[in-house]
């Protein structure tokens, strides 16, 4: 089976609650594992908190208005993307953002909370325009009798 949706959302708090539902009801009407289902949602929460927080640009001036989330249910994985138009992520720093923030970091730990919680991550910038993207998978684990397959 293989679901897939977007979202164009708002830059606004509220817009998180939004993208945290719709994946959690995908995932339940699917017959995915509750654990995994919850894993996934945190890391989408934190990725989409990033979006809304840092995914504008003032600098340029630029009414970054909003972000995407798209995630991908294909057979046995689930990758999610959360891409914003903001900034984007600091040249050749990317990778340094997922290592384990301290313990009285104010910041920083989304990034980590999602490598934790999935299989893969990924995040680097969008090429043109710029603008962040957060990328992660995971393997997903069924229920015995999912409600969209046939019991």
Same mark, same amino acid.
């Given at each position: 089976?293989?679901?897939?949706?977007?979202?164009?959302?708002?830059?606004?708090? !509220?817009?998180?609650?939004?993208?945290?539902?719709?994946?959690?009801?995908?995932?339940?009407?699917?017959?995915?594992?509750?654990?995994?289902?919850?894993?996934?949602?945190? /890391?989408?929460?934190? !990725? =989409?908190?990033?979006?809304?927080?840092?995914?504008?640009?003032?600098?340029? $001036?630029? &009414?970054?208005? /909003?972000?995407?989330?798209? /995630?991908?249910?294909?057979?046995?994985? =689930?990758?999610?993307?959360?891409?914003?138009?903001?900034?984007?992520? *600091?040249?050749?720093?990317?990778?340094?953002?997922?290592?384990? /923030?301290?313990?009285? !970091?104010?910041?920083?730990?989304?990034?980590?909370?999602?490598?934790?919680?999935?299989?893969?991550?990924?995040?680097?910038?969008? *090429?043109?325009?710029? $603008?962040?993207?957060? &990328?992660?998978?995971?393997?997903?684990?069924?229920?015995?009798? *999912?409600?969209?397959?046939?019991?």
């Amino acid at each position: 089976m293989s679901i897939w949706w977007s979202l164009h959302l708002r830059r606004e708090a !509220a817009s998180v609650p939004l993208a945290r539902r719709l994946l959690l009801g995908t995932m339940e009407s699917a017959g995915v594992d509750p654990d995994i289902s919850y894993d996934l949602s945190v /890391a989408l929460t934190e !990725a =989409c908190a990033n979006a809304v927080e840092h995914g504008g640009d003032t600098v340029r $001036g630029d &009414s970054c208005e /909003a972000y995407r989330v798209t /995630a991908y249910l294909d057979g046995d994985q =689930c990758r999610i993307e959360v891409a914003d138009s903001g900034p984007g992520f *600091p040249a050749g720093n990317a990778r340094s953002l997922l290592r384990q /923030a301290g313990e009285d !970091a104010e910041h920083g730990r989304g990034l980590c909370l999602i490598r934790e919680l999935a299989d893969h991550v990924h995040i680097g910038n969008k *090429p043109g325009r710029g $603008g962040a993207v957060v &990328s992660f998978d995971k393997i997903l684990k069924w229920k015995k009798a *999912p409600s969209l397959l046939p019991a």
